[in-house]
């Protein structure tokens, strides 16, 4: 089991290189794993990507990829041929399986249900499921295809748990420190909750990189799994 640092993983949401140098400077060694996203990949990001690599931090790749077969496998290929640690991918079956085909080793997460959804956003988007339904029909679908993992809210961790059993990771974005602001986020708990429910990992953005010390933001939340991980 890797310790309370390695749990927290930091969604660098800003819109450039330059910016997102400052804040993994300024975090310092409170943090050893980084998200990169759809922003600061546009903005240059997956060249800060291997400089992370390079200096001992951990990548999670978050590009979200779904498109034909032969696209998905090439695009996971691509990325793979990086040596980054994760990669997203929509838990759609054909894109979970052929991102399985060009990942080798990369650690794919198959993305169930946004955290900013809620049964009313499935309705609206011609879902006939509610939320609980689909994360847990896209989880049993990811395992299937052979995922490393999943990015869930933490609302759903302990039922999927439950069904997936101990060996895929489970990673939940949509976590906040009590009293910080949800945001667009609709599916959220606390950083010790999250970890209780059986999170490998938490991803937390704003709650940091927006925050007037965001080294003293991520220490506060280090120290909130450390005790949650004392205490279990
Ligand atoms: O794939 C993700 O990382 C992701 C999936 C999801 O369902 N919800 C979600 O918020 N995310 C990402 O997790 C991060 C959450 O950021 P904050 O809401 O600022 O903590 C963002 O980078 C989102 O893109």
Redesign the pocket.
Known sequence: MTDARDRLIV?L?VETVVAARALVATLGDAVSFY?I??ELAYGGGLTLAQELKDSGKRVFI?L?LHDIGATVERATRQIARMGMDFL?VHAYPQTMAAARAGAGDLKL?A?T????YDDADLEEAGYAYGVADLVARRARQAKAAGLDGL???PLELSTIRAAVGPDMLLVT????PAGADA???KRVMTPAQAIAASANHI?????I?RAVDPRGAAQAIVGEIAREIAGA
Do not use: F, H, W
């Open positions: 969604a949401d998200k996203g759809m978050d979200k997203t997460l993305v249900v946004m955290t900013s990015i869930l809210s974005p949509g976590v906040r945001g667009d986020q991803v937390v953005g704003r709650p990189t």
